[in-house]
């Protein structure tokens, strides 16, 4: 079974700049999230989505941040203009149950961005 | 408002020794995981663990929920070079769905 795709694996841009990120989820999978992972620290949920839907964007930056699941499968996710501090770890994952306590989530290998 | 803390940050330790990682919270959760995360991956799940004082073992791994629901702990024994990585809790707050938060996460190295 093929895993969680993202792309691309590193960006590095400045400050100002745009950049955008895709992920392919698990095939079937309903459930599509997208973290930010800082350096040493754990991942910070940025959005979730059910099919096409959103669940949670509670602590998604809407003033510079954007994503979208179209047909409820790919996503990507926009970050307009970019700041220093949006420099980390972009990791996309998705889950079979969209509810339930037994959800696992099944992590893509992330997308490194660096803002200079 | 960090939810879940994780102790201790970073561990090192020789190939061989046991140690034990700590996962607590303030909030209850009606579920809790640990994740594996290695260099340039994403994190993989270990186990989930469901009821307050549930105990279960993955070979050398032992997880414990603790009896609220509030904390949990991994235990490794007989520690190898292969256990080096970031060891994420992560619990799920039961809300309108089940909201899952991160803890900071444990960065292991076993030297061998």
């Known amino acids: 079974e093929a895993g969680v795709a993202q792309s691309p694996r590193y960006k590095i841009i400045e400050k100002r700049q745009s950049v955008a990120f895709w992920c392919n989820p698990i095939s079937g999978h309903a459930t599509l999230y997208w973290y930010q992972q800082i350096l040493g620290q754990g991942p910070k949920l940025l959005i979730q989505f059910q099919n096409n839907g959103v669940v949670d964007d509670s602590q998604l930056p809407k003033d510079r941040f954007s994503a979208e699941r179209l047909k409820g499968v790919d996503s990507t996710l926009k970050i307009q203009p970019a700041k220093l501090e949006d420099s980390a770890v972009y990791l996309c994952?998705?889950?079979?149950?969209?509810?339930?306590?037994?959800?696992?989530?099944?992590f893509g290998p992330g997308t490194r961005l660096t803002v200079l | 408002t960090q939810l879940l803390e994780q102790s201790p940050q970073f561990l090192s330790i020789q190939e061989g020794e046991n140690l034990t990682v700590y996962c607590n919270s303030s909030?209850?959760?009606?579920?809790l995981q640990w994740y594996r995360q290695e260099p340039g991956e994403g994190p993989v799940l270990l186990v989930t663990v469901v009821t307050g004082g549930e105990v279960k073992k993955l070979k050398r791994l032992t997880f414990q929920f603790g009896d609220a629901r509030k904390d949990s702990s991994l235990h490794i024994t007989a520690a190898q070079p292969g256990d080096t990585g970031l060891y994420l809790c992560?619990?799920?707050?039961?809300?309108?769905?089940?909201?899952?938060?991160f803890g900071p996460g444990t960065s292991l190295s076993v030297i061998p």
């Open positions: 909030s209850v959760f009606s579920s």
């Open positions: 994952a998705s889950s079979l149950i969209p509810q339930g306590v037994l959800n696992e989530q099944f």
């Open positions: 992560a619990g799920a707050l039961k809300t309108s769905y089940d909201k899952v938060i």
